[in-house]
T-cell receptor, first 116, second 111 residues
């Protein structure tokens, strides 16, 4: 199957700092990238959708100025949590869609963010 | 986007067959039914996808009745490693479609 990587796998930071999470599709090109977050014991919640070279579209209730998404290439997307606070502690999962197969959406292994 | 309803949790024992049913009354003609599995602190993993009748792969079977308003994921002879959360999803196949997760079913397998 397709390989998706996320870096870092886990990160601990102090409140007020910014954290960048990278998502790479290693063996396919992703024109569309979805970012999800998941709180403990809850389901995945879609945060935003981005297309390569375009601005991201955010779901209702997700602050675009707080969660900066960059999708500059077909194999790399980044999510930056700016001025992180403890309530941003969560599991963040990227999900690239294969450019060649409209029906195939893959998921990264996730990044555990803990804000102290 | 069609909403799905599935049991919050299920318990079973090793070696048993487990069937998880999902309701999707508002499924559209172009929608497919997809099931994902998620272990703690991991991203979801694709299990199986179907449109109608029955689909089988090396890990599961998916049964879809003619009206497509529900589907059943069948896991044969489960083991402890099948303990996970299972998500039933319904979505179209256009390039603009996105996956919206429901609450999922937390499956616990006991020895």
């Amino acid at each position: 199957g397709a390989v998706v990587s996320q870096h870092p796998s886990r990160v601990i930071c102090k409140s007020g700092t910014s954290v960048k999470i990278e998502c790479r599709s290693l063996d396919f090109q992703a024109t569309t990238m979805f970012w999800y977050r998941q709180f403990p014991k809850q389901s995945l919640m879609l945060m935003a959708t981005s297309n390569e070279g375009s601005k991201a579209t955010y779901e209702q209730g997700v602050e675009k100025d707080k969660f900066l998404i960059n999708h500059a290439s077909l194999t790399l997307s980044t999510l930056t949590v700016t001025s992180a606070h403890p309530e941003d502690s969560s599991f963040y999962i990227c999900s690239p869609k294969d450019r060649g197969l409209t029906d195939t959406q893959y998921f990264g292994p996730g990044t555990r963010l803990t804000v102290l | 986007l069609a909403k799905t309803t599935q049991p919050i949790s299920m318990d079973s024992y090793e070696g048993q067959e487990v069937n998880i049913t999902c309701s999707h009354n508002n499924i559209a003609t172009n929608d497919y039914i997809t099931w994902y599995q998620q272990f703690p602190s991991q991203g979801p993993r694709f299990i199986i996808q179907g449109y109608k009748t029955k689909v089988t792969n090396e890990v599961a079977s998916l049964f879809i009745p003619a009206d497509r308003k529900s589907s059943t994921l069948s896991l044969p002879r489960v083991s402890l490693s099948d303990t996970a959360v299972y998500y039933c999803l319904v979505r179209g196949v256009s390039s603009a479609s996105k996956i919206i997760f429901g609450s999922g079913t937390r499956l616990s397998i006991r020895p």
